[in-house]
C-alpha cells in the first residue's frame, strides 16, 4: 500500500474575543443554590438562558502548563460565562480529580446546568448551539460530548453512527466520558457531596463520576456525532501509555461546511425512533485486535460486560462460514506485508461484524451518509491500532486504503444481515462462562490472545 497520510482531517476551531473568568480551585463542598426568577435573558456577561428554564454554566479545568489554552476556551463560551479553574495544587501528585471537582463547583448561582471541558480539547464549529439544542432535547439528563475512539464508548458512538443515532447510552463498566461533560445541577450537588479530592490516592474524575452517577441510577448519554475532539497534548497523568487518544466520530470531519443543528426542533424530537438505546454488541479493538464487548442488552448475568474473541462470537452465532468466504474474497486483492496481513483482517472482520449488527430498515433521520459511515470505520481502523508504535504508523501511513477495505467488510456484513436476519443472541448459559469484560483493561495482554 502506499502513503494515505493526506486522508486525514483538519478541523477548524473558532473562539469568540469576549472576556472570560478565571478562578481559582476554592469552592463551597455543599455545592451553591440557585434561583432561576432574576435572570435577564439580555445579559451576556455570565450563564444566558437557553429556554426560560434552562441555563447553562461552564468551566475550564486546565492545568498551569496550559493556561494559554484554557483561556481560549473560556473565551469561546462566554456567552456562559465560561471560567477557568487551575488545579490548586499542580506540584501535588498527578490527578484530574482535585480540578475537576473545583470545576464543578464553580456552577453559577443561577444556573441549571453546568458544563466542564478539560483544556485539551477543539470545539466544532456550531458547538454552542449543539449543546443548547441538546439542553433542550434532554433537559435532565447527563450529556457527554466525546468519547475516545479506542474506548467501549467509542465503540458504542461508532454503532450509533452507523444507525445514524443521534445519541447513545455510555457503557455501564467503564468509565464516563470526561472531557466534554454537561451535568445538571442536582448532579452537580450530589456529586460534590459525594466526593472530596484530598484523599491519601485520589481515584481520576471519570472513575469517580461513574460510580457517583451509576450509584444513583443516572445515565449519561453520549452526542453523536462528538462536538470535541482531542488535540493530541502530551498528557499530564500517564494516559500517553495508551496511544493517541482521539474521538470515534467528530462533528467537524463529517461535512465540511458543519452540522445542521436538527436535535432541538419539535420534528426531530418527535421522529418515531425511540429513546437511545445502548447495543447489546460491541466490536472493539485493541493493541490491533478485535473482540466482542457484550453488554447488558445482550442478557449478560446482572448487566456486567463480557468479553469474548471475535472469532469465537463468530461461530457461536452461525457467522464464521460466511464471513471467511468475504475476507477470502477481500484479501485477495490486498497489498500488505506479510506481518501486517493480520491487521488487514482484524479491521475487515470487525467490520462485517458491525454491517451484522446495523438494520437494513432506514431510520427516521434517514440513513447515515457515507461521509458519516466513513469516518466511523476510519475511527475504528486508527483507534484500535494505537500500540506498538510501529503498527500505528503503518496504520496511519494507510488510513485510506483500510478504511475503504472496512468499508467493503461493512458492507458485505449488511448485505448478509439482509439475507439471513440479525445474528443470534449468545444463549445465557455460554454468557455466564464468559469473562468480565473489565479484564480486558487490567490485562491489556489478553487483547493479544484474543
Partial sequence: MTSDAADSTNSTYSAYSTGATEITGTIDPTGPTHSTDTIDPTDTTGAVPVTPRAVISAAVMAHPRRRTEAARLARALSRWGARTVHDPRPDGPPTTLRTAWAAWGAIRPDATHHLVLQ?????????????????????DTPLAFYANWDSWNGAATRAAALRNERWVPAVPGEWTPTLAL????????????????????????????????????????????????????????????YGPRHSACFADDVSDHGLPVDAGRPEAQNAPSGPPRLPG?????????????????????????????????????G????????????????????????????????????GAHTSPHPHPHGPPSPRLVRVALRSLVLGGTAL?????????????????????????????????????????????????????WQDPSLADAA
Fill in 119 to 139: 483544556d485539551d480539547v477543539e470545539l466544532c464549529r456550531d458547538f454552542i448551539e449543539r449543546v443548547e439544542s441538546a439542553v433542550r432535547e434532554h433537559p
Fill in 319 to 354: 457467522m464464521a462460514g460466511r464471513s471467511l468466504t468475504h475476507w477470502d474474497a477481500a484479501r485477495a486483492g490486498l497489498q500488505a506485508p506479510d506481518g501486517l496481513l493480520w491487521l488487514c483482517e482484524e479491521v475487515w472482520y470487525c467490520a462485517y461484524v458491525l
Fill in 182 to 241: 454537561l451535568l445538571p445541577r442536582r448532579d452537580v450537588t450530589a456529586l460534590l457531596r459525594a466526593t472530596h479530592p484530598d484523599g491519601a490516592d485520589p481515584e481520576p474524575d471519570d472513575v469517580v463520576l461513574a460510580r457517583e452517577l451509576g450509584a444513583r441510577g443516572r445515565q449519561v448519554l453520549i452526542s453523536v456525532p462528538h462536538l470535541v475532539e482531542h488535540t493530541g497534548h502530551p498528557s499530564l497523568i500517564g494516559n500517553d501509555t
Fill in 388 to 440: 506498538p508504535a510501529e503498527q500505528r504508523l503503518w496504520t496511519e501511513l494507510h488510513a485510506a486504503r483500510l478504511t475503504t477495505l472496512a468499508e467493503h467488510g461493512f458492507a458485505a456484513g449488511l448485505g448478509d444481515r439482509r439475507a439471513y436476519g440479525p445474528p443470534p443472541p449468545v444463549p445465557a448459559e455460554r454468557l455466564a462462562t464468559l469473562p468480565a469484560a473489565e479484564r480486558i
Fill in 281 to 317: 454488541v460491541l466490536v472493539h479493538r485493541l493493541r490491533g485486535r478485535a473482540h466482542i464487548v457484550l453488554t447488558g442488552q445482550a442478557g449478560t448475568p446482572n448487566g456486567e460486560p463480557r468479553f469474548i474473541p471475535l472469532r469465537t462470537y463468530l461461530a457461536d452465532t
